[in-house]
């Protein structure tokens, strides 16, 4: 997969992660956004900073919170 001009191999043996950056060998934990905005590997209400290119997307599609499209963090 590829995000900001980096390309991810998915990994199935990774320790709290489960992709790696080709370029850097970088670890990275990547997955889907969760309608209940517990976003973080383990769960919980931390807040997680919203990149600008998806942030109506996350908020209208995925957690149907319309009201909250100019907010950049889940929480």
Do not use: Q
């Amino acid at each position: 997969m590829y995000y900001d001009g980096k390309e991810f191999l998915k990994v199935k043996d990774g320790f709290k992660h489960n992709c790696i950056e080709t370029k850097s060998n970088e670890e990275y934990w990547i997955s889907g956004c969760k309608k209940d905005g517990n976003d973080t590997l383990y769960g919980g209400n931390i807040p997680i900073p919203i990149d600008e290119d998806v942030r109506e997307e996350y908020w209208l599609n995925i957690r149907n919170m319309p009201e909250l499209k100019n907010k950049a963090t889940s929480n």
